[in-house]
């Protein structure tokens, strides 16, 4: 007697179709561990970037703590509470420093709020000038950022405020030592920070 086929829900599972397993994103396949050595490549990166952008007047202390603040996001793992909050706080620190350290050298001298203003400006244009003119890495930026605090106080002083030319002279050489010693004190602080969050993110 011949044999009625089997109906197709009553097949055998070997019979029926097999689903293939979607292929795991390239992200996936990446170990975590490789995940977090490339955050923390990328940190001390940042970190050692921050130093420069520190050495020329610029905020490299918060390029760097930004940078950790999105690898920590991305890898919550890769630092503690702690050292972020080390870290901000030090950056806290490093600007008042700036702000007392220019300041000094500024009243120690006998300039007005008018030569104050007038190396903050000259600064940032003796920056950037430093930066193109000075063919020297860092040097050049820093040595534009200095004479630039120096003219910048001086021309205040003189055209702003009406004081004599030893007066502006002698605000002007306090507004430059102020922005050399400053840039120093401050760069120390991004060193630290930089050294908190390599250490943290690779050995945390």
Known sequence: MPTRPAHPLMASPRTQPQIPDPQPSPAARIPLIEMIYLAASIVTLSALLGIVLTLITLPGIWFMIGVAL???????????????????????????????TCAAGAGKAGG????????????????????FLILIPI???LI???????????????????????ESMKSGHGAAIG??????????????????????????
């Open 70 to 100: 999105l690898c920590f996001w991305w890898q919550p793992d890769m630092f503690s509470l702690w050292t972020l909050g080390a870290a901000i706080a030090l950056g806290i620190l490093a600007e008042i420093a700036e702000l007392i």
């Open 112 to 131: 007005t709020r008018h030569g104050a203003w007038g190396s903050i400006v000259g600064s940032l244009v003796g920056l950037v000038l430093g930066t």
């Open 139 to 141: 040097l050049g930026s």
């Open 144 to 166: 534009g950022a200095v004479v630039g605090a120096f003219a910048g106080a001086v021309l205040a002083e003189r055209g702003v405020a009406g004081r004599p030319w030893g």
């Open 179 to 204: 922005r050399l010693l400053s840039s120093v004190i401050k760069s120390a602080f991004a060193a630290a920070v930089a050294m908190i969050l390599i250490v943290d993110a690779f050995w945390n």
